[in-house]
């Protein structure tokens, strides 16, 4: 499987080797899709809310990996689609993923199932005062259930020194979620290196002296976190259109985005629970993480979420190894 080169710094020691120095992640194609069609992004949860757009965008966001990404060596390299574009869009590509690769350390070493984006908390954060200070991008629960704060950075090319100094001072910028003190406030970058896709992330541990108290619960975050699966699934349970499909202990009903050959599902349990409430939602979820947990060890097209994803041959390493438009439709 190919691999993402990445730095740390600043991490607890207790947290072991993995969180020092140069280091290096293994993951598929599979992680990375399961990434990008769940991380939170800005606003989408209000577009992706109405079942029909949510199917857009998961096909939108696969897409992008598709079309930018590719595999060379045993590393994700950006093509020459990605390498053709003006600036702005590059930009807009590398912030997505940023998000993305977040998203995927966040799971794999973190041990962290759920993150959201702080955009859907703004009105929060204005109230605080601070609508026009620097925030965080995504808040989130590990599967303990405490808090982590992560600011996401994206660069088109290599990282520039004081990149994750900013990072820093933004995910700093939370004190409590919930009365609690966040176990991590993560910065992160993602960046590319001689081509190569290459991340650095830093735990600055301490909050800022004017830090904020934000008021949130895991039921709020699991229940924006989930609506547009969710949503997505209720109009093709709705059409008759939803597959249930039995995968070690749970079950699981799944759509599938043909056109991106790619399958995305959610648990049962969660999507009925889902049905009575945020916190009846976060209730279920949280009880129910060690089986999750479970299922994801046992069972690669599972994240510790409850989320299946699964992708088909148009992601084989006989296809991404090439640029986009050499690769052989399905």
Known sequence: MPRIAYSSQGF????????????????????LVWAALTVGKPRASHIMRYGRYAWFECLYRASLLYANLAEQNGLFRRTLAYSSLDATEKGAISYFLGLTTAKLFA????????????????????????????????????????????????????????V??????????????????????VALASFFQAGALHVAWEDPEMPLANAVSL???????????????????????????????????????????????????VARFIYEAASRGPDALAEAVLAERRLLARQARRHRAVGSDGVLVQVGALWSRKQMVHEPERRSPI
Request: net charge negative.
């Open 12 to 31: 607890p020691p207790e947290m072991g080797s993995r969180f020092s120095g140069e280091q290096a992640l293994t993951c598929s194609w599979r992680d």
């Open 107 to 162: 799971e794999k070493l973190l041990g962290v199932s759920w993150l959201a984006h702080m955009d859907v908390y703004r009105g929060q954060w204005g109230a605080l005062g601070l609508a026009g200070d620097p925030q965080p991008s995504l808040v989130g629960l590990d599967r303990e259930g405490r808090w982590v704060v992560i600011e996401a950075k994206g660069r088109t090319g290599t990282l520039e020194h004081d």
């Open 164 to 185: 994750l100094a900013r990072a820093k001072q933004q995910s700093q910028q939370v004190a409590t979620i919930g009365g609690n003190a966040p176990r991590l406030r």
């Open 215 to 265: 008021e949130l619960t895991p039921g709020e975050l699991l229940h924006e976190y989930y609506r547009p699966l969710l949503a997505l699934l209720v109009v093709q349970e709705n059409q008759a259109d939803l597959d249930w499909v039995k995968l070690g202990e749970e079950e699981y009903g799944v759509l599938h985005v043909r056109e991106a050959d790619v399958t995305i599902g």
